[in-house]
């Protein structure tokens, strides 16, 4: 079993920057490739960026290309998602997955593991 929590959530201006944290717990951490997902109200849960478990292989969905940066530290058993020139669409609930394969991938269902969210709120 692996459990995550996600940090680093707030209320932010327009422009602005927050950088999440996702903690694993687990020894298989190294292994996994993790996923960043978000979801804002009356909306479906939609894939952010994704990195395999070495480090190597990161993808983004298009909309914060440029913008964020997913990264992880394996002797912290941490992941990271930092937000930079936040725009009020970017307002969700951001949550961290884990995927038991090193490769990565940008669909929800193939990540076995999640943790409980936290809100990130940009304003205008």
């Known amino acids: 079993q692996v459990q995550l929590v996600e940090s680093g959530g707030g209320l932010v201006q327009a422009g602005g920057s927050l950088r999440l944290s996702c903690a694993a717990s687990?020894?298989?951490?190294?292994?996994?490739?993790m996923g960043w997902f978000r979801q804002a109200p009356g909306k479906e849960r939609e894939f952010v960026a994704a990195?395999?478990?070495?480090?190597?292989?990161?993808i983004y969905v298009d909309s914060v290309k440029g913008r964020f940066i997913i990264s992880r530290d394996n002797t912290k058993n941490t992941v990271y998602l930092q937000m930079n020139n936040l725009k009020p669409e970017d307002t969700a609930v951001y949550y961290c997955?884990?995927?038991?394969?090193?490769?990565?991938?940008?669909?929800?269902?193939?990540?076995?593991?999640w943790g409980q969210g936290t809100q990130v709120t940009v304003s205008s």
């Open positions: 990195i395999s478990s070495s480090g190597v292989t990161i």
């Open positions: 687990g020894r298989t951490f190294s292994g996994y490739a």
């Open positions: 997955a884990a995927r038991q394969l090193p490769t990565v991938d940008g669909r929800k269902s193939r990540y076995n593991y």
